[in-house]
């Protein structure tokens, strides 16, 4: 029985989902997520099409990186210029990192001076509790950037008591991590802090002629992050908190073309959130003020941008009423303001703002095997034409094991104010959002998910004639996510996901960097007392860097990765993690460097 609940724990986290099958079987507690609906719901009560990497993943795993983390997860891709901490982006279903809203404990970590949104290159799997990605369209909650899905990311909270842990890893390429949590938990009060601090030397981040990245300089990177997290509870339904997080980033880079050119930059993320929050009668009220403020400064560059400082101020106010047992209505408001300046080598600066007023309302009804959900919103942007966007969702639940869902969305993206202003060729005030459609179906039955996705955006941003321009046409991203998982034997889980994608511009041209065909695998084995061993990787199939599969072709290649994890007590945990175990060489985005072999090993203690 011991051993089962063992592997439990690995299968929820393996997976990504908990449904009532799973916690039926296992006897395990129902993930409840926040990013569907913005109020705390079962993973089984949504109808969105939504995934989970547990805390316990990531730990068994030892993902290094968010990116790293989300890639495990079907209809998930990512490209990366090079080393770690440079440039990296996500591709949800094929739509690009700037159509997917990212959030950091709820808090907007979208910079408005980044033309891709959001930094993924600096987002490391450190002090998370857990990661929500809910796929689709889903403007008609949160707004723009929003029309590929949402990424949660929610550090650790306080448990119960006095607590803390410490971590320490080192390996290849001179790399070091260590970090430490301290929380504690009473009843009228809790706190937590983290700090954890990343270094490597890393690789050259350009490569040429295919050779390796060891033939070339070191491009090296530092980041340290720290949390905080606070609540005070005046009654039992009346509580104030605030959250913090603070990501400090050093990288070196290769000049274009030059890979022993070494440049420099830092960046500097402050993420605020302080909140209100009522319980009365059949009210759970939110007021929340946040603040996210990002700056950038290219040390060496020579020409051009020399630094970057984007703000983003959100008042928020929520209302979630329950009028049955399992029925309920979101509404809310929220007053945003967008700033970016930025100074350029010759001294020259530029700045500007964009406001929006924001109203939106989200009904759910639960009616014995049927869920059925509603949302609308209406965005007032200064910069903008109002935008009016909404979501119908349903899901049914044939019997325990069975069950078919679909979501319907229209979503949008505001062109980020750096894009609009663009200091690196000419202004277009005339950009306008991007429009999207987008639908999904999903059948579930036992250990094994099926959906079928298909979305259409019309006014797609690109770059043309030194400018960023609205694109005529729609573009059509659709495919298939397979996922099954399943206890192979008595000792050994197996989790698979496939996808295929078709993402293509009006003229059916497949789009750069998408790879057609990509597969996931997992093999977790639980056979020996204290040993947790596993094994996992991926498989990218045809993919070019440039559209209409001209460039050169950056995929079709497997990449096979393993970890061993060792308990030595209850308290303290020993891993040893191999990368890219058969030395492949490839490349995610052609002349840029990716790892060799690497390995690592780590300790864990907790007290």
Known sequence: MKQNKKLSTSLVASLLIATTTACAKYDITPI?????????????????????????EIEEKRFTTVSEALNSIAGVSFTSNGSIGNSSSI????????????????????????????????????????IELIKGAYSGIYGSDASAGVINIITSSAKKGLNASINLEAGSYLTKKYGFVLSNKEDNYDFKVSANRFLTDGFSSQTEDKKSEKAFERDGYQNTNIGIKTNYYFTQDDRVGFIYNYINSNVEYDAFNAPNAIQRATSRTNLYSVFYTKKYKSHDIKVKYELSKFK??????????KDYQGKTKILELTDTIFYNKKDFIIAGFSNEKYE????????????????????????????????LNQTLRKDSYSNFDDKVTGK?????????????????????????????????????????????KGYDLTLDY???????????????????SNQYVNTSGNSRFKGIEIKYTNQIFQDTLLSLNYTHLSAENEDK???????????????????????????????IGTRYDEADSKGEQTGRYTL????????????????????????????????????????????????
């Open 32 to 56: 409840t997520i926040t990013s569907a609906s913005k109020t705390e719901q079962s993973i089984k009560d949504v109808t969105a099409n939504v995934e989970v990497i547990t805390k316990e």
């Open 91 to 130: 591709f949800v279903r094929g739509m690009s990192s700037n159509r997917v809203l990212v959030l950091v404990d709820g808090i907007r970590y979208q910079d408005p001076s980044n033309t891709s949104g959001a930094s993924f290159e600096n987002l490391m799997a450190s002090d998370i509790e857990r």
């Open 296 to 305: 950038k400064t290219n040390l060496d560059t020579s020409f051009g941008v």
């Open 340 to 371: 970016v300046d930025y100074n350029q080598v010759d001294k020259t600066t530029n700045e500007d703002e964009n406001t929006n007023k924001a109203i939106f309302l989200s009904n759910t009804n639960t009616f014995d095997k049927l869920i």
């Open 392 to 436: 119908i969702g349903f899901k049914y639940n044939f019997m325990k094991e069975l069950s078919f869902s679909g979501n319907y969305g229209t979503a949008y993206n505001a062109p980020n104010i750096i894009k609009i202003l663009n200091p690196w060729g000419t202004s277009n005030p005339d950009l306008k959002p991007e429009k999207s």
């Open 446 to 464: 036992k250990n094994l998910s099926f959906t079928y996705f298909n979305n259409k955006v019309e006014d797609l941003v690109s770059w043309e």
């Open 509 to 539: 041209e497949p789009l750069a960097r998408r790879p057609k065909r990509q597969l996931g695998f997992s093999l977790d084995y639980y056979g020996f007392s204290k040993i947790h061993l596993n094994l996992n990787g991926s498989y």
């Open 560 to 607: 096979f990765n393993s970890v061993i994890n060792y308990s030595i007590n209850d308290k303290t945990k020993l891993y040893f993690k191999l990368d890219n175990i058969t030395d492949k060489y490839y490349q995610t985005v052609d002349g840029y460097a990716t790892a060799g072999r690497s390995a690592y090993v780590g300790l864990k203690v907790s007290f």
